[in-house]
């Protein structure tokens, strides 16, 4: 079946360090892949999505690339700031359903 | 603010309770889910309703009762529930046919229910 795989937290870096949470997947047939976000006390919100693969989401200085041939939407940011600090969710979309990764706590230091 | 309005955002109850959690969207979606967020576990799909039609239920216990009544709302009873059933319940709403294939959900702020 669909599954979604996240390394797991937390992850903590320092302000302006480069950022990579690995996300892997497997599925059948060509799903969607996203990435959200979770700060402090609130809901979940969509960061970025890709729906084909070599397809690249971006937003708010985050990047991930749909790679088919290694099953992986690794998340990236070249220079992170103490205000992404949050958790963040790698999913996978098909048939109408999300499968969620279990989700990687995001720490940054001043 | 993501359009979707969740209250109580705090909730304690005892097991022999029965109370509600409300969800309210105004973005013109039709699709309304319920999820449970439980420490170190993947988000668990709990409920969807499409069209103010559950179109999912993911074995959820009995105990766990939604409720649509229009295309706007969306409501979780609970009654009997046990301590484990403590964890932050999240609703989300979509444009219909969206939410899987296309993963945008909007999202509550989620209800914190503690279970004594």
């Known amino acids: 079946g669909n599954s979604v795989t996240q390394m797991e937290g937390p992850v903590t870096l320092s302000e302006e360090a480069f950022l990579t949470i690995n996300c892997t997947y497997t599925?059948?047939?060509?799903?969607?892949l996203f990435w959200y976000v979770q700060y402090p006390g609130e809901g979940l919100q969509l960061l970025l999505k890709?729906?084909?693969a070599d397809d690249k989401g971006s937003n708010k200085g985050f990047e991930a690339t749909y790679r088919k041939e290694t099953t992986s939407f690794h998340l990236e940011k070249g220079s992170v700031q103490v205000s992404d600090s949050a958790v963040y969710f790698c999913?996978?979309?098909?048939?109408?359903?999300?499968?969620w990764g279990a989700g990687t706590k995001l720490i940054i230091k001043p | 603010e993501t359009g979707v309005t969740q209250t109580p955002r705090h909730l304690v109850m005892g097991m022999t309770n029965k109370k509600s959690l409300k969800c309210e969207q105004h973005?013109?979606?039709?699709?309304m889910y319920w999820y449970k967020q439980s420490a170190k576990k993947p988000l668990e799909l709990m409920f969807v309703?499409?069209?103010?039609?559950?179109?999912e239920n993911n074995s959820v216990p009995s105990r766990f009762s939604p409720e649509c009544p229009n295309s706007s709302h969306l409501f979780l009873h609970l009654h009997t529930l046990q301590p484990e059933d403590s964890a932050l319940y999240l609703c989300?709403?979509?444009?219909?046919?969206?939410?899987?294939?296309?993963?945008?959900?909007?999202f509550g702020e989620g209800s914190r229910l503690t279970v004594l």
């Open positions: 989300a709403s979509s444009r219909p046919g969206q939410g899987g294939n296309t993963g945008e959900l909007f």
């Open positions: 973005l013109g979606h039709n699709a």
């Open positions: 309703y499409s069209l103010e039609e559950r179109v």
């Open positions: 599925a059948t047939g060509y799903p969607s």
């Open positions: 890709a729906t084909k």
């Open positions: 999913a996978l979309g098909s048939n109408y359903q999300l499968i």
